[in-house]
């Protein structure tokens, strides 16, 4: 099973520090803390300038 929270989505239990990231994490989240950084300010500036 697959869990459904916010950090295995993002990119693994861990977020950017674990090790075993799931299958959604490996395709979505950068793999290294600037690039997730970078990543997660883009993706919440998309989601604000929707509104």
Known sequence: DI???SGSILG???GPHSKQKTL???I????TEQEY???VCS???E???IK
């Open 12 to 14: 693994g239990s861990g």
């Open 47 to 49: 989601l604000t300038s």
């Open 3 to 5: 869990p459904v929270s």
């Open 28 to 31: 979505f989240a950068p793999q």
């Open 37 to 39: 950084e970078v990543f």
């Open 43 to 45: 993706k919440l500036s």
């Open 24 to 26: 959604l994490g490996n």
